[in-house]
Nanobody
Framework: QVQLVESGGGLVQAGGSLRLSCAAS????????MAWFRQTPGKEREFVAA????????YYADSVKGRFTISRDNAKNTVYLRMNSLKPEDTAVYYC?????????????????WGQGTQVTVSS
């Protein structure tokens, strides 16, 4: 089992920045691809960014490319999502997810472990 706990969400004005963190415990963190997804009421969970388990590649949704950066610190068992130039449409609950030796898939079904989510609200 892998336990994931997100933090860092909050209310920010459009154009502002936030950094989300996701702390993992339970298994060898470096063996897992890590990803961020987001969800708004009435919509399906949407891929945001992913980092492969090998640490060699990152992937982003087109809607966040150039504004968001995913990073990981295997020594701290933590994955981060730096969000710059935030827009009201970025408002959502953000979830981190883990996939054992994953390749950074954008498919949420590939991820077996999920955090509880953290709310990000961007005001206009």
């Amino acid at each position: 089992q892998v336990q994931l706990v997100e933090s860092g969400g909050g209310l920010v004005q459009a154009g502002g920045s936030l950094r989300l963190s996701c702390a993992a415990s339970g298994r060898t963190f470096s063996n897992y691809a890590m990803a961020w997804f987001r969800q708004t009421p009435g919509k399906e969970r949407e891929f945001v960014a992913a980092y492969t388990w090998t640490g060699g590649s990152t992937y982003y949704a087109d809607s966040v490319k150039g504004r968001f950066t995913i990073s990981r610190d295997n020594a701290k068992n933590t994955v981060y999502l730096r969000m710059n130039s935030l827009k009201p449409e970025d408002t959502a609950v953000y979830y981190c997810a883990a996939h054992y030796k994953g390749a950074g898939s954008s498919n949420s079904l590939m991820y077996a472990y999920w955090g509880q989510g953290t709310q990000v609200t961007v005001s206009s």
